[in-house]
């Protein structure tokens, strides 16, 4: 073995290297792309699944919450919440339906949003939904 470490073996470990990690990373996304659909629980998109997801956007659900830890740490994580709840929409819709207009005192209490009895139980399908994603269980604790 040489004892110079020349420019040619700086350029062959240069390129050797690039392209090892240019085909495992196209070895992952095939990976990724090929099990994705099997965990993502896309055959229980329903339109009311579909509906839930706007009422979450549209009052910011995701700005107090996290859904599968992703989101503010300011409210309980609800990727799990239908089984928390015992597996149950009727208890999401209670719960939500229940808040008080002006809040609990002395702690953090959660906003009556006022929403229709099909928002409720479209944003409770979307809960469902949610916790039925094969995530490796992501997030690792049920605080998310
Ligand atoms: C302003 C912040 C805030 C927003 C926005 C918010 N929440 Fe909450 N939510 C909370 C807090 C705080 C709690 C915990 C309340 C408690 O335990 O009394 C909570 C609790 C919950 C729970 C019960 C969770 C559990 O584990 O006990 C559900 C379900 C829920 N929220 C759904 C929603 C949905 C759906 C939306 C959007 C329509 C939403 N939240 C928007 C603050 C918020």
Known sequence: MSEVFTKSMARNIYYGGSLFFILLFLALTFDTDGTLPKRDNRAALTEQVALGKKVWEENDCIGCHTLLGEGAYFAPELGNVYKRF?????????????????????????PQFNLSDEELEAVAAFLKYASEIDTANWPPNIQG
Do not use: C, L, Y
């Open 86 to 110: 015992g597996n149950s929409t009727a208890a999401i819709v209670g719960f939500i339906k229940g808040r008080p207009p002006e809040g609990i005192p002395g702690r953090r209490s959660m």
